[in-house]
Nanobody, 125 residues
Framework: KLQLMESGGGSVQAGGSLRLSCVASGYTIRRYCMGWFRQAPGKEREAVASAFRAKEVFNTTHYADSVRGRFTISHDNAKNTLFLQMDSLKPEDTAMYFC???????????????WGQGTQVTVSS
């Protein structure tokens, strides 16, 4: 059974940086779609960044407008780990951050049906 575990959250002042990690366990992942999401109290869940891996190539597919240029999604496939590097953090980035996993079809990602427990990011001004 595939499981995801996020880590790396914490409290940071505006302008600071954090690096989130999402470790996948259960089986080795070679071909997949994954993404980072966040949800703040009283707000809907927001897609932050997404990517897929196919033919041993990692491809970034999307960044939310609110984070583009500040956040970077990356991976270490040998360690079954997905990362989210967050720079120039703003108070509005405060949220619970989740990673999610789903199957990759021929040309489209399936539903992201495996989720981690989340890691809290708090940015103070």
């Amino acid at each position: 059974k595939l499981q995801l575990m996020e880590s790396g959250g914490g409290s940071v002042q505006a302008g600071g940086s954090l690096r989130l990690s999402c470790v996948a366990s259960g089986y080795t992942i070679r071909r997949y779609c994954m993404g980072w999401f966040r949800q703040a109290p009283g707000k809907e869940r927001e897609a932050v960044a997404s990517a897929f891996r196919a033919k041993e190539v990692f491809n970034t597919t999307h960044y939310a407008d609110s984070v583009r240029g500040r956040f970077t999604i990356s991976h270490d496939n040998a360690k079954n780990t997905l990362f989210l590097q967050m720079d120039s953090l703003k108070p509005e980035d405060t949220a619970m951050y989740f990673c999610a996993h789903g199957p990759l079809g021929q040309s489209k990602c399936g539903d992201l049906n495996v989720w981690g427990q989340g890691t809290q990011v708090t940015v103070s001004s």
